[in-house]
């Protein structure tokens, strides 16, 4: 349905457990995002990478911690979490910054650390 | 930082009426601008967009206005259904940077 898939859609986890998020998009972009979704927010940028490399790294807490071992393939790695960071997260890719189009989401996985 | 400012939060209009939502972003090299829709459970989706080189742009009863000058940009909705209930986001980004900054986000909901 998308070109961008996240998986899962849904986890709970408690505040010592050690899980990861998956991204993965078929557009063949190279610029691929993590934001942060909480109620009554904006959406918050976390992650950003360009050809598997970090090109932005918005001040996250290190218990967060993102991989992105080939241009299709994203993971934001969890350890430690407190419950402040339930929120849905949300991976979306681009492409290069010099052409100004559309980042395309996935349907995002929802957290919820207990 | 760089920072968008989206009002209203909420709106609501009767089936028929047009809405209007308004963005004002402070990053004067921002060159592009998407709005975006998110029904319940599910992910923002592009619905229009527009770049620093246009004043406005329409696709059906969807249109966004650019004002360069003022920093800001709208979106309007003509004859709202009930199917144009969700959340909509405007975002802003600036040429050569990845950052797509965006705004707090309007809860439409159209009454039938």
């Known amino acids: 349905e998308t070109g961008v898939t996240q998986t899962p859609r849904h986890l709970v986890m408690g505040m010592t457990n050690k899980k990861s998020l998956k991204c993965e998009q078929h557009?063949?972009?190279?610029?691929m995002y993590w934001y942060k979704q909480s109620a009554k927010k904006p959406l918050e940028l976390m992650f950003v990478y360009s050809l598997e490399e970090r090109v932005e790294n918005n001040s996250v807490p290190s218990r967060f911690s993102p991989e992105c071992p080939n241009s299709s393939h994203l993971f934001l790695h969890l350890h430690t979490l407190q419950p402040e960071d339930s929120a849905l997260y949300l991976c979306?890719?681009?492409?290069?910054?010099?052409?100004?189009?559309?980042?395309?989401f996935g349907q995002g996985t929802r957290l919820t650390v207990v | 930082g760089e920072n968008v400012e989206q009002h209203p939060s909420t709106l609501s209009v009767q089936e028929g009426d047009s809405a209007v939502i308004k963005c004002t972003y402070s990053?004067?090299?921002?060159?592009?601008f998407p709005w975006y829709k998110q029904e319940l459970g599910k992910r923002p989706q592009l619905i229009i967009d527009?770049?620093?080189?246009?004043g406005e742009k329409k696709d059906q009863r969807i249109a966004v206005t650019l004002n360069k000058t003022a920093k800001h940009f709208s979106l309007h909705i003509t004859e709202t259904q009930p199917e144009d209930s969700a959340v909509y986001f405007c975002?802003?980004?600036?040429?050569?940077?990845?950052?797509?900054?965006f705004g707090t986000g309007t809860r439409l909901k159209v009454l039938a």
């Open positions: 527009i770049r620093s080189n246009v």
């Open positions: 979306a890719s681009s492409q290069d910054p010099g052409r100004p189009t559309e980042a395309f």
């Open positions: 990053d004067s090299a921002s060159n592009y």
């Open positions: 557009l063949g972009h190279n610029a």
């Open positions: 975002a802003a980004r600036t040429s050569g940077t990845y950052k797509y900054i």
